[in-house]
T-cell receptor, first 110, second 113 residues
Framework: GQQVMQIPQYQHVQEGEDFTTYCNSS?????IQWYKQRPGGHPVFLIQ?????EVKKQKRLTFQFGEAKKNSSLHITATQTTDVGTYFC??????????FGKGTTLSVSS | EAGVTQFPSHSVIEKGQTVTLRCDPI?????LYWYRRVMGKEIKFLLH????????ESGMPNNRFLAERTGGTYSTLKVQPAELEDSGVYFC???????????FGPGTRLLVL
């Protein structure tokens, strides 16, 4: 299945700074999902985007799905130490398996 | 409601040995998935069960891996014989229906020496 490319691989920010991770595909996506994995933890579902140009917000997190449905982003406003972890985007392959990006690992210093 | 559980949480074995991982999905979830994350790489799909049937096993790396879900409840993933490159974290996930949100278990951290 077609991979989803995710950048950056690592990001370090000072607490209070913003953070963005980007997910790109060479093919049109039916949907894009975002997961967060805390250090030593397991992936936890955050959100699914389906519609072209869709924007969804969860408190300080803003998720966008591109107009062409080939890219997506996750933006965190005013990061906190509780935001540390790895953020993965994922697409469904044939409606079943999740194909994950490599993830962006966020570290936050206070 | 209990989440997805996996056993053991950690396993350290020597090359050539056999290891069996177990996953208990959320009660009532017909769909069960196995994934693996090798150090520094992305989480990769291994296979998908619908009840006791293998819906998609395209991600299974080779015939040293055997997954079962007898009775359509819990699932086991056996690696025999284990190789060094099998080290990683094995996640199980379950979903209520086809294409619905997948809930991940805590994973089994496997180290093959």
């Amino acid at each position: 299945g077609q991979q989803v490319m995710q950048i950056p691989q690592y990001q370090h920010v000072q607490e209070g700074e913003d953070f963005t991770t980007y997910c790109n595909s060479s093919t049109t996506l039916s949907n894009i999902q975002w997961y967060k994995q805390r250090p030593g933890g397991h992936p936890v579902f955050l959100i699914q985007l389906v519609k072209s140009g869709e924007v969804k917000k969860q408190k300080r997190l803003t998720f966008q799905f591109g107009e062409a449905k080939k890219n997506s982003s996750l933006h965190i406003t005013a990061t906190q130490t509780t935001d540390v972890g790895t953020y993965f985007c994922a697409r469904n392959q044939a409606g079943t398996a999740l194909i994950f990006g490599k993830g962006t690992t966020l570290s936050v210093s206070s | 409601e209990a989440g997805v559980t996996q056993f053991p949480s950690h396993s350290v074995i020597e090359k050539g040995q056999t290891v069996t991982l177990r996953c208990d999905p959320i009660s009532g979830h017909d769909n069960l998935y196995w994934y693996r994350r090798v150090m520094g790489k992305e989480i990769k799909f291994l296979l998908h069960f619908v009840k006791e049937s293998k819906q998609d096993e395209s991600g299974m790396p080779n015939n040293r891996f055997l997954a079962e879900r007898t009775g359509g409840t819990y699932s086991t993933l056996k690696v025999q014989p284990a190789e060094l490159e099998d080290s990683g974290v094995y996640f199980c996930a379950s979903s209520l229906g086809f294409k619905e949100t997948q809930y991940f278990g805590p994973g089994t951290r496997l180290l093959v020496l």
